[in-house]
């Protein structure tokens, strides 16, 4: 659960505060949001690394997210796991332990382990600084540094990538106090596909026998 709970962190961290803030990276960010939220869907493939050079730690993890205002539907296959929220329900499916628990979909942690904040990390917790603007496999990116707010929080920055042609968030690497680095990088990404409500509703009738924990 504790690497859940990292890259949730890291999904998650996608109004803001301008006091000290960059100006140049203000403008490339107000960009992202108005480019993010023109799309009426959005849909991606992303890698997650957990990295520890010290230790000699790396670990990758692929998954699925498909997007449509405050709806999503993650599919984070490799660690046997799914969650569907519709905007009111939230139900996280654990294929190992044959379980689905069902909360608000506005409950404070379902809000932290939102992962369609991906796209929008920056919004709110973070000063920000213009770092580099540079070619990576052929993309040109701009590079900006994001500052948490909060000092007690278990990294000290986060570093993201935009893409500067489609002007939207395709890595973020955040970077723990300890050691231990996240990394989520967007490899394939879609807007505008097909959508249903279903899609982003968990339906018991495709999962037989399993549990179901309410906390409604």
Not at 29 to 54: C, P, W
Not at 82 to 99: C, I, L, P, R, S
Request: aromatic letters at 8%; a negative charge; charged letters at 25%.
């Amino acid at each position: 659960m504790k690497k859940l709970t990292f890259l949730m962190v890291v999904v998650l961290c996608w109004t803001m505060g301008m006091a000290q803030q960059d100006e140049k990276a203000k403008g490339i960010l107000e960009q992202v949001t108005s480019t993010t939220r023109g799309y009426s869907t959005i849909s991606a493939s992303f890698k997650y690394v957990m990295e520890n050079k010290a230790e000699g730690i790396l670990e990758e993890n692929n998954g699925k997210i498909l997007m449509k205002g405050n709806q999503f539907h993650l599919d984070l296959s490799q660690l046997g796991m799914e969650v569907f929220n519709n905007g009111q329900t939230v139900w996280t499916y654990m294929k190992d332990a044959g379980e689905v628990t069902v909360a608000e979909a506005d409950d404070e942690m379902n809000e932290m382990m939102d992962p369609s904040k991906l796209f929008t990390i920056y919004e709110e917790g973070f000063d920000y600084q213009f770092v580099e603007e540079k070619t990576i496999d052929g993309t040109p990116v701009y590079v900006i540094d994001l500052i948490p707010e909060d000092q007690q929080i278990e990294y000290s920055r986060i570093r993201i990538q935009v893409d500067k042609n489609r002007m939207l968030i395709r890595q973020a690497d955040m970077i723990g106090h300890e050691g231990s680095n996240y990394i989520v990088v967007v490899e394939d990404l879609k807007t505008n596909v097909p959508a249903s409500a279903a899609d982003f509703e968990f339906d018991p009738g495709k999962h037989k026998g399993v549990e179901v924990i309410d906390l409604r």
